[in-house]
């Protein structure tokens, strides 16, 4: 119930420009648009269930609420941080009556992800018998922290974080609401929108503090970074963007591209990551993509890893840099990688072959009766230092699993492998 004097209370000026019609909300037109599936959907009358996945600020409660108006639907918002199953009961039973009054119902969560896997199967019968028309609204990827029953029987819709044009647009909508102009410089404009980070809420929330100011101000770069405080940017070291940012990391150094893979070292250390994460996939990738290609690139990970322990944070982080941009620059190979992955598949499949009993030592009179050892060549007393033996199990062809690049120092390594191949061969046919 709307209270006496609630009309008369100040709102934020995020709540005063909140959207009153689809149209309004900006930066989704590739939901919402015509072309979209939920313009689409709206369109041809049907609404089906849907989980709203996007970043903070980008519209998932005003999309919900707008599209229980648009639908003649009635609205029951909850969020899954302060509701629980007695909400979810009451909330049911309303839809029912609304139901048997001809008049459906809009359950709108928000953070649905929130809630245990138990309490997501409690929506599914009211979900599949059109009881409430679900709109679950999330920051987290849906495929890790929602059931894949709730799953299928919604449509996930991706937000996407708010351009620079859709951001300007509430800024503009921001200075006719308030009737006066930002009092920034036009570089300061631009800092205000980096600022947000594609949150169009912490837009509007920061814009009403620049509000405040003498409208005379003008205040430039610096003098706005004095009166509002940074945004620290979106990560978090559980969930999803720690692992898009770390293949975002990896990739670039696979592919060679040290500035890119700078910059999202740069974003993984200013979002907080643990410095002992990063340099643990810096050394795999070193063994990984780059392998016998460069030797060096292990030791140089390791030393920077050595290097950040002693020195700490943010000294530290230039060593880590440094490892970086040596694996970027580093010839590449993943042929060890490849190598290892075919002797491990090949152990599989030959189960428990004992070694050829010439390699085995004989360190008793009885395993030396069973042929331990018997007709082993001493490498070294070969004239060039390779005997030729056999050393797969009896029983198993001889398998080539690696195969080295011809890049860095790689290139010498194939060159070593084909002169001990050859010297093989020559061997094998003296003993026919």
Known sequence: MTGLFESQAPRPLADRLRPA?????????????????????????????MILWGPPGTGKTTIARLLADTSDLAFEPLSAVF?????????????????????????????????????????????????????????????????????SRCQVFVLKRLDDRALDELLRRA????????????????????????????????????????????LDTAALTQVVQKRAPLYDKAQEGHYNLISALHKSLRGSDADAALYWLARMLAGGEAAAYIARRLLRFASEDVGLADPQALVQV??????????????????????????ATAPKSNAAYRAFGAA?????????????????????????????????????????????????????????????????????????????????QERQDKSK
């Not at 309490?119 to 028309?133: A, K």
């Not at 062809?397 to 194939?414: I, K, L, M, Q, T």
């Open 21 to 49: 019609v689809l149209d309004a909300v900006v930066g989704q037109d590739h939901l919402i648009g015509a072309e979209g599936p939920i313009g689409r959907m709206l369109s041809g009358r049907r609404l089906a269930s």
């Open 83 to 151: 509701s629980g199953v007695a909400d979810l009961r009451k909330v049911f039973e309303r839809a029912k009556q609304r139901r048997l009054a001809g008049q459906g119902t809009l359950l709108f969560i928000d953070e649905i992800h929130r809630f245990n896997r138990a309490q997501q199967d409690g929506f599914l019968p009211y979900v599949e018998n059109g009881t409430v028309v679900l709109v679950g609204a999330t920051t987290e990827n849906p495929s890790f922290e929602l059931n894949a029953a709730l799953l």
């Open 175 to 218: 200075e006719a609401e308030t009737g006066h102009d930002l009092p920034l410089t036009t570089e300061a404009r631009v800092a205000v929108l980096a600022m947000a980070d594609g949150d169009g809420r912490y837009l509007l929330n920061l814009a009403e503090e620049v509000f405040a100011l003498s409208p005379d101000a003008d």
């Open 302 to 327: 390791l030393a920077a890893w050595d290097a950040y322990d002693r020195l700490g944070n943010p000294e530290g982080e230039l060593a880590l840099a440094q490892a970086v941009l040596y694996l």
């Open 344 to 424: 491990a598949r090949a152990a599989k499949e030959t189960g428990s072959l004992a070694p050829p009993a010439h390699i085995l030592n004989a360190p008793t009179g009885l395993m030396r009766d069973l042929g331990y050892g018997k007709g082993y060549a001493y490498d070294h007393d070969a004239p060039d230092g390779f005997s030729g033996q056999n050393y797969f199990p009896e029983g198993m062809a001889r398998r080539d699993f690696y195969d080295p690049a011809e890049r860095g120092f790689e290139r010498e390594v194939r060159k070593r492998l084909e002169y001990w191949a050859r010297l093989r």
